[in-house]
C-alpha cells in the first residue's frame, strides 16, 4: 500500500489530525534557507516530533550548508532527513555518514523545473541524476516540482510518465510529490506507482494552513487505491 506523508505541519492540533486520520508520516519545515509558509525553528521542530505517536515516522525538511543541516538532525532527532536544497553528491555522502550512528535516516528531493524539465542537481537529466543518487547510502528519493517563485509546495504537477521511468530506474523506494490533490492523486498512484506520495499545498486552505477536512480526503483517497493496484 502507497504510503502517506503530510507535510508543513506547525502545530500539535495538526499532528493528532494527521494521526487520526491516517497518515504514515509527518514532516516539518526546519529553518529552510529560502522563505516558505511552513518555516519553524529547530526548537519547535524538535517539540512537534516528540508529540508523534508510534508508527508514525517524522521527517524534517532542511536545506543549506551541510553543517547547518547536522546541526538541525542534531537538535530534531526525526526519524528521517530530507534534504530538500542543491546538495551535491559529495555533500550528501557526508551526511548519510555522519548520521550512520544516529539513527537517523537521509532521504533526498529531487526537484525537477517545471519550465524547463531539468533536475536541480549536477546532472540535469532528471533520470540520470535520479540513478546516481540512487547510488548513495540515501534511504529514499523525493521527486518534487519546482518553480521560479519557490522550492517546493509549487501546487505544480510533473510529469508522471517521466517519474514512473525514474521509479523503475532506481533501487530505492520512491516518494512522488508536486502538485497532488484530492483530486489527481489516485491517477498519480495508478500511473507511477510509487512507495509514498508527499503533500503539503494540497491539502491547505491557505499556504500554511492546513484544512483538516481535505487531510482525512487526500489519505483516504490513497489507502483506497492501494489496495486495487
Same mark, same amino acid.
Given at each position: 500500500m502507497t504510503r502517506v506523508k503530510i507535510c508543513g505541519l506547525m502545530s500539535a492540533e495538526d499532528i493528532r489530525f494527521c494521526v487520526t486520520a491516517g497518515a504514515d508520516a509527518v514532516g516539518f519545515v526546519t529553518e529552510y534557507p529560502v522563505p516558505v509558509p511552513w518555516n519553524i525553528n529547530r526548537d519547535k521542530a524538535r517539540e512537534l516530533v516528540a508529540l508523534v505517536p508510534p508508527f508514525v515516522t517524522t521527517t524534517a525538511v532542511v536545506g543549506g550548508p551541510v553543517e547547518f543541516i547536522l546541526q538541525i538532525a542534531y537538535a530534531v532527532r526525526p526519524n528521517f532527513l530530507q534534504l530538500h536544497g542543491d546538495e551535491t553528491k559529495e555533500e550528501i555522502e557526508h551526511i548519510t555518514s555522519a548520521l550512520a550512528e544516529t539513527g537517523i535516516k537521509v532521504i533526498k528531493a529531487l526537484r525537477i523545473d517545471i519550465d524547463t524539465g531539468k533536475a536541480r542537481f549536477c546532472i540535469e537529466d532528471p533520470l540520470e541524476a535520479a540513478k546516481v543518487l540512487s547510488g548513495t547510502d540515501l534511504s529514499g528519493l523525493v521527486v518534487d516540482s519546482k518553480t521560479a517563485n519557490r522550492p517546493a509546495g509549487t501546487g505544480v504537477p510533473l510529469d508522471w510518465n517521466i517519474i514512473k521511468r525514474i521509479s523503475s530506474s532506481i533501487s530505492i523506494p520512491l516518494i512522488l510529490a508536486g502538485g497532488l490533490t484530492i483530486r489527481n492523486v489516485s491517477r498519480a498512484i495508478e500511473r507511477v506507482r510509487p512507495y #509514498?506520495? =508527499?503533500?503539503?499545498? #494540497?491539502? %491547505?486552505?491557505?499556504?500554511?494552513?492546513? =484544512?483538516? %477536512?481535505?487531510?482525512?480526503?487526500? $489519505?483516504?483517497? $490513497?489507502?483506497?487505491? #492501494?489496495?486495487?493496484i
Open positions: #509514498g506520495v =508527499d503533500v503539503i499545498s #494540497g491539502v %491547505e486552505k491557505t499556504p500554511g494552513v492546513k =484544512d483538516h %477536512e481535505r487531510i482525512r480526503q487526500f $489519505v483516504r483517497a $490513497v489507502k483506497q487505491i #492501494g489496495w486495487n
